[in-house]
């Protein structure tokens, strides 16, 4: 399934994967897979949410979606959380709020993060989500429920489009604001 539609508008669809609230950035990649003598990012991946969820990285799909609570991200201000996050496929963090380094450090690394209230509430694991951003629209397939959300503006999205701001640098060889 992929996480990104056809002619430029941002759609993500995937499985749910339901988290709590204060999902920390040590939850996602643990500092000591983090610190270890890994070279490479991707090397990290099989260790991607390893206390919490066990063998996420071998059943995350593409596309796939994060639901949680309150305070998504707290923790340190390394920006591999997200980096893998993308990397591993996830296609959309959704969550009740978001720390404001783990938030920009998504938008940089070209994943996804949309903050809503009813969401996060009535879905389970494994339900289909999909998230319209340009739309500012959230629906849980599986239950038939629409929340609006605030859609995210430009410049970011501008920088979700490029998959993350090292890459829109490269095409436009300037930064968007």
């Known amino acids: 399934m992929e996480a990104w539609s056809e002619m430029n508008s941002l759609v993500v669809r995937g499985r749910a994967w339901v988290l709590g609230d204060n999902v920390t950035t040590d939850h996602i990649i643990s500092g000591k897979y983090k610190y270890s003598k890994m070279g490479r990012l991707e090397e990290m991946l099989p260790y991607v949410f390893a206390d919490v969820i066990p063998g996420f990285y071998e059943r995350v799909r593409p596309g796939d979606v994060i639901v949680a609570g309150e305070g998504f991200g707290y923790g340190s201000s390394r920006e591999h959380a997200a980096r893998l996050l993308r990397l591993a496929g996830v296609g959309a963090v959704i969550a009740k709020s978001f720390h404001r380094i783990f938030y920009r450090n998504a938008i940089n690394s070209g994943l996804p993060v949309i903050v809503a209230k009813r969401i ?35 410049p970011l999205l501008s920088i979700l489009r490029e998959g993350g701001l090292i890459e829109y640098f490269k095409k436009r060889g300037k930064l968007p604001w």
């Open 120 to 154: 996060p509430e009535i879905t389970r694991q494994g339900d289909v989500i999909e998230a319209r951003l340009e739309e500012g629209v959230v629906i849980n397939v599986t239950r038939n429920v629409v929340e609006r959300v605030a859609s995210i503006e430009e």
